[in-house]
């Protein structure tokens, strides 16, 4: 079965890209290697005859078309996104282009492609947005988390781009009825996970014994989901979820972000046989900085119509997956470019 994988040099684009070959897939990838791709992500099925690669932007929409005339694939993911909140703040109009005309473009050369399917072809073709939870808002302490009902409210450039993206895959689907399926989930981490995020970007200066600063009072409060429990999700919606429906897809483990870092913290303590520098624990480099503007307090998802459904459940817990990501770092310390300074503080 032929998938194509927009977005498949990013993290979770290639833990997918990777977890497809695995299982049988036939994979092209398309990504335009933006700064936060990384094609050493793929070096594991670079080589895989079921895997090919074209170095292309979504917003090309004559590219697009000639992509799919050529590879005729069966299923699209689209996971081609600007991400970084931060980033979204000082320069909004990167993310516009390529989350709300990207994802323009990517449909209507899946709609020129589908058109032209035969009956059983047509049948079978899926088209799957992979979103945020983001694009809800956020959540008092007391309130319930998210589920699909609940109405969009972005608070950032990034979830406003996001949220206007699903409201376009909607719409191809309520007037042109493209078979598409959504997907909202909650924040991801694990290996390969560019280092401008808040769990890479913690280890990795840890790791150099510098401070770790955390906006606010760091009680901002974030479900973590480790990433091959995502892109198992993901397959299971495209092969198995309702045409037209969306899919919140989290874990239920929701930490602050000083409880997150603070258990980085502990278990580089437990498995880190020096530090660099002098101090007893990691803990003592924590630091707090002045809150980014409209930070949002709470992210919760409630994954149930994905569970009940689909039957999906994640395979990590919080500190098995944080465990074998911090120990994957430590692994290649001497190969990870570390560019703190250019990076940020983090989400």
Request: overall charge negative; glycine content about 6%; hydrophobic content about 35%.
């Amino acid at each position: 079965m032929k998938v194509i994988v927009t977005g498949g040099a990013g993290f979770i684009g290639s833990t997918l890209v990777r977890k497809l070959i695995k299982i049988g897939y036939e994979v092209l990838v398309v990504d335009s290697l933006t700064y936060a791709s990384q094609l050493d992500s793929l070096n594991e099925v670079a080589d895989n005859i079921l895997f090919s690669f074209i170095q292309s932007d979504i917003s090309d929409k004559d590219s697009l078309k000639k992509i799919f005339r050529d590879f005729c694939p069966r299923y699209v993911f689209n996971l081609a996104a600007e991400t970084h909140v931060d980033k979204s703040i000082d320069s909004p109009e990167i993310f516009i282009k390529t989350n709300i005309y990207g994802t323009y473009s990517l449909l209507e050369a899946s709609l020129d492609y589908w058109t032209n399917l035969n009956i059983k072809e047509k049948e079978s073709f899926r088209f799957l947005q992979v979103s945020t939870d983001e694009v809800f808002g956020d959540l008092t302490e007391d309130e319930d988390p998210f589920d699909e009902s609940n109405n969009y409210y972005p608070s950032s450039p990034y979830s406003a781009s996001k949220a206007s993206a699903d409201h376009l895959v909607r719409s191809w689907f309520r007037t042109y009825k493209l078979p598409v399926l959504l997907s909202n989930c909650s924040n991801n981490y694990g290996p390969f996970q560019f280092h401008e995020k808040l769990i890479p970007l913690m280890i990795i200066k840890a790791l150099k014994g510098e401070s770790l600063p955390l906006y606010g009072s760091g009680l901002q409060i974030r479900d973590w989901l480790f990433v091959d429990d995502h892109v198992e999700a993901l397959i299971d919606i495209i092969a198995h979820g309702q045409i037209g429906q969306s899919y919140n897809i989290g874990s239920c483990c929701e930490k602050t972000n000083l409880e997150l870092v603070e258990t980085i913290c502990n278990i580089l303590d437990e498995i880190q046989d020096t530090k660099p520098g002098d101090f007893e624990s990691f803990k003592d480099l924590i630091s707090f900085v002045d809150d980014r503007p409209g930070h949002d307090l709470r992210y919760a998802i409630n994954p149930s119509k994905l569970m009940n459904e689909l039957g999906w459940r994640p395979k990590e817990n919080f500190e098995s997956g944080l465990r074998k990501t911090i120990e994957w770092y430590l692994e290649r310390s001497d190969s990870v470019a570390y560019d703190i300074e250019r990076i940020g503080k983090g989400r």
